[in-house]
């Protein structure tokens, strides 16, 4: 009976181990990548293609990141990667919840055709698109400029179609009781209606600014020039950029570490915050940015 | 006796206080055993640690004679109705059923018979292919039933079987479950906070409070004869009313012992009425007793709020319980300090 | 004052009437979003169907209908069947591979102690990572003399490989960026749908007799079968538009070897100017994704469970 229970004991502690193996290893396979990103953007442009490859570099050149800086071209991408980012994040908000507003508590005659039209977007990707939307954009001469980016985002099914869910989940006596107390309309919406959905809209907002910062396809196809280009599409010309055939890898990642920066930052506090609360014993929840993911999932549900 | 539990103790995992300690109970065998009690005083986590759902930190449970207390739950042959049915929702009625019996590696026509057997049972005939969220949540109730009934167990448990149910649904099948166990003759160990249940369905009853049993004993005496002030005031609709007497010991009496008549021998004191509710068959009255509280009393006589009475209880409708809220002898009672609640 | 005292109610006027005026007019409200669906979606959308039956030369202007010669071409060239077959297999492997990939560490990472957290959040964090980024983490690990996955085979001594420079080792690149870029969104979906199906139902399951495997596969995979479904199309949708690491990494190369759909339809039309034939190629991708969205929303729904 002692001897059972001990060797159980065993077992389950030779279990722990295993799994605290995996686990490491799991956090490797998804580390790695960017400790080795981090560690090249400082590796001179010979260590950088050395072969093989060092684990730490010799010495560290930070100015790889002011030669990246002071490239002519970066301070031009890096304002047009925020003016596009903002511009366009903030028009997609707005006009988007301007039409999730009316779907979800307004009647009006057409609605359903009309949100059955608006979520167009879900079932045509921009693939099949883009050249037809590059010729009416030359033909009205406006390649190259942000108001032909931001038009894009005038409309985002996907965006119009959860916004719209969140606030059908807000109780209409909520509403009304607001309506009763004499509140505008002006302020049932900033000061009920958006309230009540906040962490929902917190995260949608940081998804849309993340993805517009990422963005890449329609920068790539709706630019002849580099007037509108944003950083993603730097790292191209850096790339190509050859020295004595020796590609600079660690003028590229230094870009990368800059453009994954805001990212990264965010992932860190995210999760040192994670720690602080663990270690306080509060409850802990799955990130910000997946709550959102398994919203919109549950939403996609609701709708099929 | 079907059942031992001896000595069981209940430590939750990352926590100090033992919801349970030092719990003795022998259910018999044939019998339909209620754990009656408020939420959070372990009546659940005692079940579950019958069913082998929750570990037991220390004691230990026989079950015919046979010490099950380490035993893996399948393998028991006890079956459960969970609060919220348990019903795997992807499986059609006879699925839920049948996935049981597979893994008790019957065969095809045992099972097929035994699914027949059991609908009929149940009054599901015709149901069989539907899947759970076709079906009403009376009929989900009786699928949850027909699985437990299919596995032919040693004893049934519930937990809050009912509680899901509208009230109207909740008699009906309260009924039914009376009828089955007849049929049955099976031992029923039903867990619930609704003591008209217990009252109605039990043939023995378990009050219980903070991991303890106050009292375990007949429907008829655990109404009638309560063992303590808790029980007293948990059971009957509503429980007695008790005064802390001066001496520090306690007399209580129902609600409907309460008269406006004078009385020879018994209790009585002034009270301003505060409401009056009426229920159909009579009215409940609430009470100031001024400087001791608020009690209420059932009388079939409406009174007018705001009025103040002469509140009278006969010496034989009198209940005493000692110093640790225990019942005991009758004691000359020196005079009435205040309403008292067991559960303050 | 007495709480029955009562106070003057002020009317609204001005900014507020105008405000409440039009936020309860639905067709000024919807009209940004709508008229642009419209500019820029639907009529795009028909005006690429219409080009795929026409011949179109971008330089001299000339347009000339061709019916379904567009088509002919693309089934007839090697390429276009290639690139095909390309999709399919990367496809292929990015859903099934990548599934089961997400299904097991999911399963494994289903638990609330810090250091599970921690590496949730770790896998999550490639997903929130421009695609173009981590195309360029990989295009240096797997350089063939300089990167990372060379040195560690030749440590161990394994044959080394081209990776994503070799034709027969390009897409097996393309395909193992993809699946570490999307892993840590299925994953946290497949923990959320694990935390979603209730502990009463293993309960009933272990009363059952039910053993750990039997009710993996008869209760734990057919309720997770919503995130799993959601998953598996969301994945074929974003296989077959793929371009952002193919751009980045391959340009389609070497030898259209990673030359998938999305990416042909801009070599055609960004590239070759070849219009009729690019948007031949996108009426061919668009009934692939507008179907699977209509299977998503119509058919699917009746066979799996959903509460």
Redesign the interface.
């Known amino acids: 009976m002692n001897s059972a229970y001990k060797r159980r004991k065993v077992l389950k502690l030779i279990g722990r181990i295993i799994e605290?193996l995996?686990?490491i290893a799991?956090?490797m396979?998804?580390?790695?990548?960017?400790y080795?990103?981090l560690i090249?953007s400082v590796k001179s442009m010979w260590e950088?293609?050395?072969?093989?490859?060092t684990w730490w570099p010799r010495e560290f050149h930070w100015e790889n990141y002011a030669t990246v800086w002071n490239e002519q071209n970066f301070l031009k991408y890096a304002k047009n990667s925020i003016i596009t980012t903002f511009g366009a994040s903030i028009i997609q908000l707005v006009?988007?919840t301007?039409?999730a507003?009316?779907?979800a508590r307004?009647?009006?005659k057409g609605?359903k055709t009309?949100f059955f039209?608006?979520l167009?977007?879900?079932?045509?990707?921009?693939?099949?698109?883009?050249?037809?939307?590059?010729?009416?954009y030359s033909r009205l001469g406006i390649l190259n400029t942000y108001l032909s980016y931001f038009?894009?985002y005038?409309?985002?099914?996907s965006t119009?179609f959860f916004l719209r869910n969140a606030f059908m989940q807000v109780p209409e006596e909520l509403v009304e009781a607001a309506r009763l107390d004499?509140a505008?309309?002006?302020s049932i919406?900033f000061r009920v209606l958006l309230p009540s959905v906040k962490s929902f809209m917190i995260t949608q907002i940081m998804l849309i600014l993340?993805s517009k910062?990422?963005g890449?396809?329609w920068i790539?196809?709706l630019t002849t020039n580099d007037h509108i280009r944003t950083l993603?599409l730097l790292?191209?010309s850096i790339?190509a950029r050859v020295e004595g055939l020796v590609?600079r890898?660690d003028l590229?990642?230094a870009t990368?570490v800059l453009?994954?920066a805001p990212?990264?930052l965010?992932?860190i506090v995210?999760?040192i915050r994670?720690?602080v609360l663990?270690l306080q014993c509060k409850a802990?929840r799955?990130?910000l940015?997946?709550k959102l993911?398994?919203i919109q999932?549950d939403y996609?549900?609701t709708?099929? | 006796m079907l059942i031992n539990l001896s000595n069981i103790k209940k430590v939750y995992p990352g926590s100090k206080d033992p919801v349970i300690e030092g719990l003795n109970l022998a259910i018999k065998e044939g019998s339909f055993t209620v754990l009656l009690g408020p939420s959070g005083c372990g009546k659940t986590t005692l079940l579950r640690m019958i069913a082998g759902l929750e570990s037991v930190t220390g004691g230990s449970i026989s079950l015919e004679g046979e010490n099950i207390t380490n035993m893996e739950p399948g393998d028991r042959n006890l079956a459960m109705v969970f609060q919220n049915y348990a019903i795997y929702p992807h499986m059609t009625v006879k699925g839920n059923i049948e996935f049981g019996l597979k893994n008790y590696q019957m065969t095809k026509q045992q099972r097929e018979e035994r699914i027949k057997l059991v609908m009929e049972l149940t009054g599901l005939t015709g149901f069989e292919n539907r899947m759970p969220n076709q079906l009403s949540g009376g009929q989900r109730q009786r699928v949850a039933l027909a699985r437990a009934i299919s596995k032919s167990p040693k004893a049934f448990l519930m937990d809050e079987p009912l509680s899901n149910l509208d009230a109207k649904l909740r008699n009906q099948m309260r009924s039914e479950l009376i009828q089955l166990y007849n049929k049955m003759g099976t031992t029923f160990i039903y867990v619930t906070h609704d003591q008209t249940e217990a009252l109605t369905m039990a043939t023995d009853i378990v009050v219980m409070k903070d991991g303890k049993i106050m009292q375990y004993d007949t429907p008829e005496n655990v109404y009638s004869n309560p063992a303590n002030v808790f029980v007293a005031q948990f059971i009957g609709d509503p429980g007695m009313d008790v005064f802390q007497t001066t001496d520090d010991q306690f007399i209580g009496f129902k609600p409907r012992a309460l008269t406006t008549e004078p009385v020879a021998e018994g209790v009585s004191f002034d009270a301003n009425l505060l409401t009056t509710e009426y229920l159909g068959y009579d009215y409940q009255m609430t009470f100031e007793v001024p400087g001791k509280g608020t009690l209420v009393m059932r009388n079939k006589k409406k009174m007018t709020s705001g009025e103040a009475y002469r509140l009278s209880v006969p010496l034989e409708d009198l209940y005493y319980f000692d110093r640790d809220q225990n019942r005991c002898e009758p004691f000359p009672i020196t005079g009435l300090k205040e309403v008292f609640h067991a559960d303050k | 004052m007495q709480i029955s005292d009562r106070f003057e109610v002020k009317k609204h006027g001005g900014f507020y009437k105008f405000f409440n005026k039009l936020m309860k007019n639905a067709y000024i409200l919807i009209a940004p979003a709508m008229i642009t669906c419209l500019a820029l979606t639907i009529f795009p959308m028909c005006f690429a169907v219409y080009l795929g039956f026409h011949k179109w030369d971008p330089i001299s202007g000339r347009k000339k209908l061709v019916w379904f010669d567009n088509f002919r071409y693309l089934f007839q060239s090697e390429d276009f069947i290639k690139v095909i077959g390309n999709t399919l297999l990367f496809m292929f492997f990015i859903v099934f591979v990548g599934l089961l990939i997400k299904l097991l560490i999911g399963i494994f990472l289903n638990k609330r102690t810090p250091l599970h957290n921690f590496t949730q959040t770790v896998i999550f964090t490639p997903h929130i990572v421009a695609s173009v980024s981590v195309a360029i983490i990989f295009m240096g690990m797997m350089a063939p003399k300089s990167g990372l996955f060379n040195t560690v085979l030749s440590t161990f001594g394994l044959p080394t490989s081209n990776w994503y420079l070799g034709a027969d080792s390009a897409m097996a690149s393309v395909i193992m960026v993809s699946i570490w870029q999307s892993t840590g969104y299925g994953v946290l979906l497949i923990i959320a749908g694990l935390r979603g199906i209730p502990d009463y139902i293993y309960e009933a399951a272990r009363l059952d007799r039910s053993k750990p495997i039997n009710t993996f596969f008869k209760i734990t995979i057919p309720l997770l079968s919503p995130t799993l479904l959601y998953l598996l199309i969301t994945t074929v949708c974003s296989a077959f538009t793929s371009f952002d690491v193919i751009k980045m990494m391959t340009d389609g190369g070497p030898d259209n070897a990673t030359n998938l759909i999305a990416y042909y339809v801009y070599q055609q039309g960004m590239m070759f100017n070849q219009y009729g034939r690019a948007m031949a190629a996108a009426v061919i991708l668009l009934i692939f994704t507008a179907t699977l969205s209509a299977i998503n929303f119509f058919a699917l729904d009746r066979k799996v469970y959903y509460q």
């Open positions: 605290c995996l686990l799991l956090i396979v998804f580390i790695l990548p960017f080795w990103t090249t950088a293609v050395e072969n093989p490859p006009s988007s301007m039409a507003y009316a779907f307004l009647r009006f609605k009309l039209i608006s167009a977007d879900i079932m045509i990707p921009a693939q099949v698109i883009f050249l037809p939307i590059f010729i009416i038009l894009i005038i409309y985002s099914g119009i004499g505008s309309e002006f919406i993340i910062w990422n890449y396809f790539q196809v993603p790292l191209n790339l590609i890898y590229a990642m990368n453009i994954m990212m990264l965010y992932i995210f999760s994670g720690f663990a802990r799955i990130p940015l997946g993911i398994i999932f996609f549900y709708f099929s």
